[in-house]
């Protein structure tokens, strides 16, 4: 039975979400077909506008304007501190944690030579730079622990002068787990129990 062109062009779409495979993705959108026209025409408009989304000029987060309201927040400005993380997804983990008030930086990624990742691909240029123009005086690095979370912690410890501390999270943390699949509680021990590195 050969489909409509419509709805296998929604489905090969779907199928490019992560976890999304190509049966998920075609019952997705059957199901999809029983929707009224409004809720599709918002479904698409809401979509559409994705393409839209900026990134915050400062930390990298999403955002509506140049800058995200965390960056653009006096309280968290002038905190002194400054999280790092990978993600973005990390970056709501924490926030989720309700134990974090200061700004944050996402890198993008981590070092990783044999991917072609190095420290250009990170903003660790614009990170340096935002640690001097706000005065920060303690770096959390909330970054994944693995062999390339850990390269990347000790290249930011090295890049920033002695006079900054620099802890990093990890209490709580499994080793390979990443942020954004743990739990609002875990995330709070591990910010509670920071190390100097």
């Known amino acids: 039975m050969k489909l409509p062109e419509k709805i296998l062009n929604a489905s090969e779409m779907f199928s490019k ?3 999304i495979g190509e ?3 075609l019952r997705n959108v059957i199901n999809m077909t029983k929707w009224n026209q409004d809720d599709l025409l918002a479904f698409s408009d809401a979509i559409r506008e994705m ?3 900026k990134n915050c000029a400062e ?3 999403f ?3 140049e800058l995200c309201s965390i960056c653009t927040d006096v309280h968290r400005d002038g905190s002194g501190q400054i999280c790092v993380v990978e993600t973005i997804t990390d970056c709501l983990a924490i926030e989720r944690s309700g134990e974090y008030r200061g700004l944050y930086h996402i890198l993008g990624g981590v070092l990783n030579p044999l991917m072609g990742v190095g420290p250009e691909s990170l903003r ?3 990170l340096a730079r935002r640690i001097e123009e706000k005065s920060i005086t303690n770096v959390i690095l909330a970054i994944s622990p693995s062999v390339e979370g850990d390269v990347t912690c000790n290249y930011i410890n090295e ?3 002695d006079d900054i501390e620099v802890t990093r999270i990890g209490f709580g943390i499994p080793m390979g787990g990443n ?4 739990d609002s509680m875990t995330i709070s021990k591990a910010l509670e129990n920071k190390k100097r590195m």
Do not use: N, Q, T
């Open 17 to 19: 979400v992560p976890g």
């Open 124 to 126: 660790l240029d614009k």
């Open 179 to 182: 942020l954004e699949y743990l």
């Open 23 to 25: 049966k998920s993705a």
């Open 159 to 161: 890049l920033l002068s």
């Open 63 to 65: 955002s509506d304007d």
């Open 59 to 61: 930390c990298g987060a």
């Open 51 to 53: 393409a839209s989304i």
